[in-house]
């Protein structure tokens, strides 16, 4: 029997886009299912300014092949620099929709991020002030706190603290991996939301390194335990509303992920919407695919749910290509290790 689910088409409320050839490459593969994406700004160098923010929106527009219909929501890389009248200004006109917090040394491309919290206490006042989201990526950087701890000690040292000292502030914690943030977010109502990728959804940090090193699968925050994926799937397959998807698909060639120092990041924006069907489907919560895929982010950006829908149908496991190529060279799809029986038609 096939079946058929239409849905909201949905937004990506994190993703990597990168710049160039990549860009090109991998543009499309998020165009075809979403209408909008909250696009990360750690390109090198940083995407700090409006008028870095205007040049890379265009950039993406360019990219974009024609008859495709897309909407890049820009985001600000913030510093300790960042001058509050500049981030108010740019969200005024609309430029901009969030900003984007990383502790420096995080992740990929970080180097410029914030290590005093105090020296952008102002930015965080004024964007309380005109209702602009923060989207944190949640993770303290302290040598001595071990890797799988640093999501929950970033929640207790530096993410309460911080929404106490500036309260109205509205914050995205960005793909949380544990069952802490699912918890701190449960626990606090106000101003509060977090995306949760499709990838967390599927691996555990066994898939990274039992039966040898498994480059594809490593990423950051790093999946956790399997107590935390469960955490995560009963989130997102909730209904809860402040849990919304946001897939950091985050492209990185395949001599940079397969090397002695391997980038951190999976690429899942070509298979994501099949991952998450199957998933919603497993845990008979298909019905709440739309909330989750296509509706609440919206509702926490202050944003019309889309008017346009997308249907998916159910039959024979549908294959993609194990890789896409790009013109500076090949980038690894997520497998998501089963069968995937839906596909948007
Ligand atoms: O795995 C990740 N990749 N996590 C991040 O926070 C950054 C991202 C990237 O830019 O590659
Ligand atoms: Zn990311």
């Known amino acids: 029997m096939s079946r058929t689910l239409t849905i909201p088409r949905p937004d990506d409320w994190h993703l990597h886009l990168r710049d160039g050839a990549v860009l090109r490459a991998v543009l499309p593969e998020t165009a075809r299912y979403f209408g909008r994406a909250i696009i990360m700004p750690n390109l090198v160098p940083p995407v700090v300014t409006g008028a870095q923010a205007a040049a890379y929106r265009d950039r993406i527009m ?8 897309f909407t890049p929501l820009m985001t600000l890389y913030l510093t300790e620099d960042t001058d509050p009248a500049d981030v ?10 969030a900003v984007k917090l990383y502790p420096a040394g995080a992740t990929t491309n970080s ?9 952008v206490r102002p930015v965080l006042e004024k964007m309380a002030e005109i209702g602009m989201p923060l989207c944190v990526h949640g993770e303290v950087t302290d040598a001595e706190i071990d890797i799988f701890d ?7 040292r530096v993410l309460d603290p911080l929404r106490r000292a500036t309260p109205g502030l509205r914050i995205v914690m960005e793909h949380i991996t544990t069952q802490q943030g699912v918890e701190y977010v449960k626990s606090n109502a106000e101003n509060l939301g977090a995306t949760i990728t499709t990838h967390h959804l599927v691996i555990n940090r066994n898939h990274i390194l039992v039966g040898g090193i498994k480059p594809h699968y490593y990423c950051l925050p790093v999946a956790k335990r399997e ?3 469960l955490a995560l799937r009963a989130a997102a397959t909730s209904g809860d509303a402040r849990f919304f998807l946001g897939t950091d698909s985050a492209p990185h060639t395949d001599p940079n992920k397969e090397s002695a120092c391997g980038c951190a990041g999976c690429f899942t924006a070509t298979n994501t919407i099949s991952i998450l069907a199957e998933v919603f489907e497993q845990e ?5 695919l739309a909330g989750f895929a296509s509706e609440h982010g919206a509702r926490f950006y202050g944003l019309p749910v889309s008017a346009e829908t997308i249907t998916l149908s159910r039959g024979d496991p549908v294959t993609y290509p194990p890789k896409i190529d790009t013109g500076d060279g090949p980038v690894t799809l997520f497998d998501p290790q089963m069968p995937l ?3 948007v038609v």
């Open 62 to 69: 360019d990219a974009l092949p024609d008859g495709m219909n």
């Open 88 to 97: 108010a200004a740019v969200h005024g006109s609309g430029l901009v929709t």
């Open 111 to 119: 180097a410029s991020g914030v290590r005093d919290f105090d020296r």
């Open 150 to 156: 640093r999501e929950a000690v970033f929640i207790d």
């Open 227 to 229: 107590e935390h994926r």
């Open 284 to 288: 008979d919560a298909l019905d709440r």
């Open 341 to 343: 029986h839906w596909r």
